[in-house]
């Protein structure tokens, strides 16, 4: 494979490939694509949740997978035309979200403080966590105990590379050690070294990076779209001076840090000059074939100015591994940062959405004091066996990562309900 190292092709466990011809990343994508885990982000919200907008209109929002595949498109198409293998980078992109727990970065807040005493959460980390260990594909002999033992879906070493966004364990962001995201657990750390063999330190492959600026674009542009289907955004008000200082303050504060307002302005004004932007919207099948295309040349400005600012820095080989970094204009990450400013500002910071969110964290918070209490009742069988095996070694923080790990594999709807079921009256 053009650019991949026979390093880059191995796996945690050896194993031989079943059919002639097919790569070990077609290989490492088909197995996302079939994952339990992929199909559960189908029940977790992106950031319209579906049915409850008033609006004749609302179309079917985003969820955490249908974000997830628009995410590969993107990021697979970007990749190849940087000279990426294509497959490698739609693993990586499929695989972002998949650490997510119920109810998204609220339900990520609330766990974190559940799991104190046994190295926090984080999405991020969680993700590795299912691809290394938690979702059931293939096992291996344990040295020690003799045990069959969970190796996840055994993907690729430049797979979980490229899937890897934060390289390193809590606490050891290379600039800021306060910061809260982190990529691995503690007890995940020797696979973690394992696929780091020859990556410098905190530093992420290419192929990582172009997933990440997919992701930032899909849902930059997305969740903009599925604020204004849902009739929670009204285009003229970014036209409004109060509603557009109240977006460049979130942006300068959660999306680009520091930024000086005059310069969000001038992306937010670069964006509404576009012959193509959406000035109104009313729901009618020409408005919405409008905002698609609105949509379409956003991705397109977008990912185009990375390639292009990225081949004028290393010309036009292959880019792989670690032999480039994406670049990304200024001007185009400003861009970006107020699309996600706007859809913070008007769909993720409405009253109604606040209220939902506590009540969110109650769930979450009452979920795992019934599950700390009545466990191994409530834990599924893969999880139960684990928390029997955590309690025979007499290891506190083991069991209660197990439920915190039973806990984040559902998703919306199943946490409510396992809840509801855990403190009903007996």
């Avoid at 088909?30 to 992106?46: C, E, F, N």
């Avoid at 303050?249 to 576009?274: I, N, T």
């Avoid at 379409?296 to 100015?305: D, E, K, P, T, V």
């Amino acid at each position: 494979m053009p650019g991949y190292s026979g390093a880059d092709l191995e796996r945690w466990e050896p194993e031989p490939d079943k059919r002639p011809g097919r790569t070990a990343f077609q290989r490492d994508r088909a197995r996302l694509l079939h994952s339990a885990a992929l199909r559960r982000l189908a029940g977790k919200t992106q950031v319209v949740t579906p049915g409850v907008s008033g609006q004749a209109w609302d179309a079917s929002p985003r969820t955490r997978l249908t974000h997830s595949l628009e995410c590969a498109q993107v990021g697979r198409e970007l990749g190849a035309a940087l000279g990426c293998d294509p497959d490698l980078v739609e693993v990586a992109c499929l695989a972002h979200d998949l650490g997510h727990p119920p109810f998204g970065h609220n339900g990520e807040r609330a766990l974190d403080e559940v799991a104190a005493d046994c190295g926090g959460f984080e999405g991020n980390a969680q993700s590795l966590r299912l691809l290394t260990r938690i979702e059931p594909k293939r096992f291996r002999t344990d040295p020690e105990t003799g045990e069959p033992t969970s190796v996840g879906l055994n993907l690729t070493r430049a797979a979980l590379d490229a899937a890897t966004k934060y390289p390193w364990p809590r606490g050891g962001h290379p600039t800021d050690p306060t910061s809260p995201k982190f990529g691995v657990y503690e007890d995940d750390l020797p696979v973690f070294h394992w696929l780091r063999q020859g990556a410098p330190p905190a530093g992420t492959c290419f192929e990582a990076q172009v997933m990440d600026w997919a992701d930032d674009v899909a849902y930059s542009v997305h969740d903009v779209e599925d604020g204004l289907h849902a009739g929670h955004l009204d285009p003229a008000m970014l036209l409004a001076e109060p509603e557009r200082r109240e977006v460049f303050a979130v942006a300068a504060s959660r999306y680009a840090p520091g930024a000086d307002p005059a310069e969000l302005a001038e992306a937010l004004d670069r964006l509404l000059d576009q012959e193509w932007w959406p000035h109104g919207y009313d729901g009618s099948a020409l408005a919405q074939a409008r905002l698609k295309d609105a949509t379409s040349q956003l991705i397109g400005r977008f990912c185009q100015a990375a390639e292009e600012a990225t081949r004028a820095a290393y010309g036009t080989g292959r880019l792989t591994r670690y032999a480039a970094r994406l670049v990304v204009p200024g001007p185009v990450r400003l861009e970006c940062a107020v699309l996600k400013a706007v859809a913070d500002r008007y769909v993720m910071q409405r009253a109604d959405q606040e209220r939902l969110r506590a009540e969110q964290r109650v769930v979450i918070a009452e979920l795992a004091d019934a599950l700390i209490a009545r466990a191994p009742h409530g834990l599924d069988p893969q999880f139960r066996a684990l928390f029997a095996t955590a309690a025979a070694d007499g290891d506190d923080a083991a069991r209660l990562r197990v439920i915190v790990d039973q806990i984040a594999s559902l998703t919306d709807a199943s946490a409510r309900s396992l809840r509801a079921r855990l403190t009903a009256p007996r």
